[in-house]
């Protein structure tokens, strides 16, 4: 299976749809993995270092479970070592050392987005943060964000097989391109919803 390195790569919030997927509840474990881990790394950086273990205990708890499904050799490495950052950063936070917590947190994301595709993790982490910035009211942040996560989002959509995930793709693109109308129109909340929409939509992706 062929593997892409990227950064969401939510994510690796990276996936080829165009070859097999993980079974499903590996697909479910190695997204909350992904989510509780960038969780984490976000309580990290801000120095919380009682957080980001509560985050990275759930990361570790998801990465166990997924582990044993996949049958990938290079995805089973790459689920090893985040058990293994992730058991680090576990040990760091309890004694409230959360920068060097952070450290292993970052590594274990770092190979958590090898599960992902590259562009569909670009998309739910603009999303994201235009998600952020429409609930404070900035539309032209929102805006920014949203036509981001859209670009991506249309490039990810003629790579996938599944039908399924072309829905959810699609659909997701339908939401961004109302959100990116509302922002226009300096219309944060509104806009907002479509991007929450967007979310839901781009989170049923499994890993590839």
């Known amino acids: 299976m062929k593997f892409i390195k990227s950064t969401l790569a939510i994510g690796a919030l990276a996936l080829l749809f165009s070859f097999p997927l993980a079974a499903a509840d590996a697909s479910k474990d190695t997204s909350e993995a992904m989510k509780h881990a960038k969780e984490a790394q976000t309580h990290g950086k801000a120095g919380h270092a009682k957080e980001l273990l509560t985050h990275a205990e759930e990361s570790l708890k998801h990465a166990k479970k997924a582990l044993p499904e996949l049958s990938d050799a290079t995805q089973r490495v790459h689920v090893t070592e985040s058990i293994r950052h992730l058991d680090q950063a576990i040990a760091h936070a309890k004694e409230n050392h959360a920068e060097e917590a952070t450290k292993h947190v970052d590594e274990a994301i770092t190979h958590l987005k090898e599960l992902f595709n590259a562009h569909i993790v670009e998309a739910i982490e603009h999303a994201k943060e235009a998600q952020t910035h429409g609930k404070a009211g900035h539309a032209?942040?929102?805006?920014?964000h949203a036509e981001e996560s859209l670009k991506h989002a249309k490039i990810a959509l003629p790579e996938l097989s599944d039908g399924t995930q072309r829905v959810h793709v699609t659909e997701s693109i339908r939401h961004l391109e109302?959100?990116?109308?509302?922002?226009?129109?300096d219309h944060a909340k509104e806009a907002t919803k479509h991007v929450d929409e967007a979310i839901d939509h781009l989170k049923n992706l499994p890993a590839k």
């Open 178 to 185: 109302q959100a990116i109308a509302h922002a226009k129109e």
């Open 140 to 144: 032209k942040e929102l805006l920014t």
